[in-house]
């Protein structure tokens, strides 16, 4: 009985024993889950935190794609010019190989020669930074400009007697400081034989040589050195100056680099040509880099030089500042005002100085524009094309003045002119009356008419082409073909029609005829009887 008392207090011990331990052990995995809630939530909140990070950074990366596209484009579209040079490298890289070794070729040969034949020579040296070095040299000297163009410097290997030629620059430029009464002064360079340089005034007063001492001396020294030198001077003024100096003188090989990617930021041969008369040099590049895609651009720093250069090329329009080195632009608009081959050239001034008596000075002098220098780029291009557009309709105007019928004054001994007339419209009626009385009995070359005129025939042709806007051989084409269109309107055969218009042969005639309009004379007076012709 005793036995079975105890197993049975024995078994109640070992299950009480078992139930705490399940107890123990379902407390523990409540207390292991509630551990492991707490941290998955934490895990789940760290998670959503990396999540927001990701996606964060994930817009900012593709931000910076984004943005990175933008500039790539962007830079892709500002260098697609430089595509063609970088491929030709190598074909720029053998060109200057070429040019360097013959550079060094040209050095031997003269240091060879200069030993065998015992001159006194300096090295050779290349002429276009001499020549610019002593300019500045000369400026700083004097503190202001020299009145001196240059209107090209050839790219020129020369070994000469350098100090000699330096002293002669040097007289050159002491002698233009100290002249009266020119404006400025033409530099030309030519190496035919040896090295010649001569430096021209305008001076119309008869020339004597100079007799300064320092002259002579400096004339016989050079003449013992195998070389010319020569002073014309005019009262108090140096007309010309020149000098011959023996020389070797070598043409540097032409280093063509393929710059066709930059055909379209400079103007063609269709655009108007703009002369640009600036004398300082920063705003001169200024005008080129913001003009050049849009004009033909010539650039001169002095009054003489942008009238050599009128002279010389002619301009459709003048931007020029309001003070150059050598005068004011007020001064030289009134000559030009006075030489009818230039009076109708649209002048523009530019000014630093926004001042209203300046500004009143330039529409008194007639200017067309008076601009800032600080204006707007397209806005300048703009003002300039507007008034180049507004002459070529003048020129147009008067173009269709010069080439209508006018059957009273073909026949009168004299031209009918106007008082109410301007002088380019009598201009033009008189050229028409001289081709219309010598047509079919002369040979209508610029020489002969213009003798006509008691003018040069340089002065005929810049003339014709400001009027007109067209050359004299242009003007005399069109004013025969306008002939050779009335007489076949008018009922004339084809080869009375060329005899009237001044052409020799008909069947020359006919191909004139029909390159201009696009029908033989034939056709064209098929056309004339049945209906209006419609041709220009």
């Known amino acids: 009985m005793n036995g079975t008392s105890g197993e049975a207090l024995l078994s109640s011990f070992f299950g009480f024993l078992l139930l705490l331990s399940i107890l123990v052990f379902c407390v523990y995995l409540v207390k292991l889950a509630i551990t492991y809630q707490a941290k998955l939530k934490s895990f789940q909140a760290e998670l959503t935190q990396a999540n927001k990070i990701i996606q964060s950074l994930r817009q900012q990366r593709e931000s910076e794609q984004r943005t990175f596209g933008q500039l790539f484009a962007e830079i892709t579209k500002n260098v697609t010019w430089l595509a063609p040079y970088i491929a030709n490298v190598k074909t720029h890289t053998d060109e200057m190989n070429a040019l360097l070794q013959r550079i060094n070729q040209l050095l031997d040969s003269t240091k060879q020669w200069n030993e065998s034949s015992r001159q006194m020579l300096s090295s050779p040296f290349l002429l276009q930074p001499w020549l610019k070095n002593q300019l500045s040299f000369e400026k700083a000297k004097s503190q202001q400009p020299l009145p001196i163009h240059i209107s090209e410097i050839p790219e020129l290997l020369v070994q000469t007697h350098l100090e000699l030629l330096e002293k002669v620059f040097s007289k050159f430029c002491q002698d233009v400081r100290q002249s009266t009464g020119i404006s400025g002064y033409v530099l030309e360079i030519e190496s035919q034989q040896g090295l010649s340089l001569t430096l021209t005034g305008n001076v119309e007063a008869?020339?004597?040589?100079?007799?300064?001492?320092?002259?002579?001396?400096?004339?016989?020294?050079?003449?013992?050195?195998?070389?010319?030198?020569?002073?014309?001077?005019?009262?108090?003024?140096?007309?010309?100056?020149?000098?011959?100096l023996p020389a070797t003188v070598s043409e540097l090989p032409q280093f063509t680099p393929d710059f066709r990617y930059l055909q379209h930021h400079v103007a063609d041969e269709t655009k108007a040509k703009v002369l640009i008369v600036e004398s300082e040099p920063e705003f001169m590049d200024w005008l080129y880099?913001?003009?050049?895609?849009?004009?033909?651009?010539?650039?001169?720093?002095?009054?003489?030089?942008?009238?050599?250069?009128?002279?010389e090329q002619g301009a459709e329009l003048i931007l020029c500042d309001t003070q150059l080195s050598d005068g004011d632009a007020a001064s030289w608009l009134s000559t030009l005002k006075h030489q009818p081959e230039y009076a109708a050239i649209p002048f523009v001034m530019l000014t630093a100085v926004d001042d209203p008596q300046q500004r009143l000075q330039a529409w008194q002098c007639y200017a067309d524009d008076y601009v800032s220098k600080n204006s707007d780029p397209a806005l300048l291009v703009v003002r300039l094309n507007a008034l180049i557009e507004n002459r070529r309709l003048v020129q147009q105007q008067m173009l269709s003045l010069s080439l209508a019928t006018n059957s009273a004054q073909a026949s009168s001994s004299t031209p009918v002119l106007s008082t109410t007339e301007s002088l380019d419209e009598q201009f033009a009626k008189r050229l028409r009356w001289v081709i219309d009385q010598h047509i079919t009995t002369q040979e209508l070359t610029v020489e002969f008419v213009a003798q006509q005129f008691h003018t040069s025939s340089r002065s005929l042709q810049r003339r014709v082409?400001?009027?007109?806007?067209?050359?004299?051989?242009?003007?005399?084409?069109q004013t025969q073909l306008q002939i050779a269109k009335d007489a076949l309107v008018a009922g004339?055969?084809?080869?009375?029609?060329?005899?009237?218009?001044g052409f020799t042969s008909q069947n020359y005639f006919g191909r004139v005829f029909r390159a201009e309009y696009g029908v033989t004379p034939s056709q064209f007076k098929k056309d004339a009887s049945t209906k209006p012709p419609n041709l220009a």
Request: proline share 0%.
């Open 206 to 244: 008869t020339r004597e040589e100079c007799a300064d001492a320092s002259y002579l001396l400096l004339k016989k020294r050079v003449e013992e050195n195998g070389g010319e030198l020569c002073c014309l001077h005019s009262s108090q003024s140096i007309a010309q100056y020149t000098l011959n």
């Open 465 to 477: 082409q400001s009027v007109f806007g067209l050359s004299y051989s242009q003007y005399l084409k």
């Open 289 to 311: 880099y913001h003009l050049a895609a849009d004009f033909r651009l010539t650039l001169c720093q002095t009054w003489q030089g942008a009238q050599y250069e009128l002279d």
């Open 492 to 501: 004339h055969s084809v080869k009375e029609a060329a005899y009237y218009a």
